[in-house]
């Protein structure tokens, strides 16, 4: 790998064979977000699925990356209707019929990461509510779209600002937070707005690896951090959906390392063209 130090900034550049081996990665924090999945229902605890994302991750040989990340307990962030990022999984928590859940989840194989949320419904959900996890993953998807090389990085973010525009309901994008770099760490240089102007920011050339993770409320972009240190939560209550994806950009495009077809059915509806990988 290479590292750019530009003023204060590090930003890694991997190579193919690391870009590799996070799609390693990528792909075992995918398959526990699918076992998370299958298992949301009524009655379940966010300590449960806790604990299932762990054990898959762990079975596939595999540390979670966010178990211990400055003394978070949680192998997953489990953030429920109000809560937009870093909810603590709990045994006590139970998800109820009509909750929106974002479950965001990371693995590290043999160094390297992966990093990828989802927002699901449990049981039967208000229409406005699946129309606010739809908005925040097509942002997603169109800010993975404007992950190519030649690009700027703030590309990613007016795309993912003008998805979530392009509805009649105002939305509200969270403020403060966003994506990241990503690779021998979770969390690197550059920070990824999630609103912005196209055009700036660091080139996007191949070898570069981006989490790419919209927040979007039913209301304002305003929120608070609970007590607990690390629950974050919309200040007017509206509700929040998150998603996210670890991207890499390579010479044939965006290689969405986190999604089981590498992004290719998602992307080619966008109309980028990217090679199909395993
Ligand atoms: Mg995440
Ligand atoms: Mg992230």
Redesign the pocket.
């Known amino acids: 790998m290479r590292v750019w130090r530009r003023r204060d900034r590090m930003i890694q550049i991997k190579t193919p064979d690391e870009i590799a081996l996070m799609r390693e990665a990528g792909l075992i924090t995918q398959r526990a977000l699918a076992a998370m999945r299958e298992a949301v229902r009524p009655g379940i605890t966010t300590g449960e699925l806790d604990r299932i994302a762990e054990d898959s991750i762990r079975s596939e040989g595999a540390v979670p990356s966010f178990l211990g990340y400055r003394g978070f307990t949680g192998t997953i962030c489990a953030s429920i209707n109000d809560e937009v990022v870093h909810g603590i999984p709990s045994r006590k928590r139970k998800l109820r019929e009509g909750d929106i859940i974002s479950l ?1 989840c ?1 693995a590290i194989f043999q160094g390297w990461h992966g ?3 989802i927002t699901l419904g449990v049981g039967a959900i208000r229409p406005e509510h699946r129309r606010l996890v739809d908005v925040t993953e097509q942002a997603l998807w169109a800010g993975l779209a404007a992950a190519v090389p030649g690009g700027r990085l703030t590309d990613i973010s007016a795309a993912v600002e003008g998805s979530v525009r392009s509805h009649p309901h105002h939305y509200g994008i969270v403020d403060h937070y966003g ?2 770099g ?1 690779g021998t760490e ?2 690197q240089d550059p920070h990824v707005l999630n609103h912005g102007r196209a055009g700036r920011g660091p080139r996007l050339v191949p070898g570069l690896a981006l ?1 790419v ?1 919209p927040m979007v409320t039913l209301g304002g972009s305003d929120t608070r951090e609970l007590p607990d240190g690390w629950t974050v939560v919309t200040t007017d209550g509206s509700y929040a959906a998150h998603w ?1 994806h ?1 991207v890499a950009i390579t010479e044939d495009g965006p290689w969405v390392t986190t999604a089981e077809d590498g992004g290719f059915a998602r992307l080619a509806e966008l109309g980028v063209k990217v090679a199909q990988r395993a």
């Open positions: 965001d990371g990093d990828s949320a994506g990241h990503i979770m969390h989490a993770e996210e670890t």
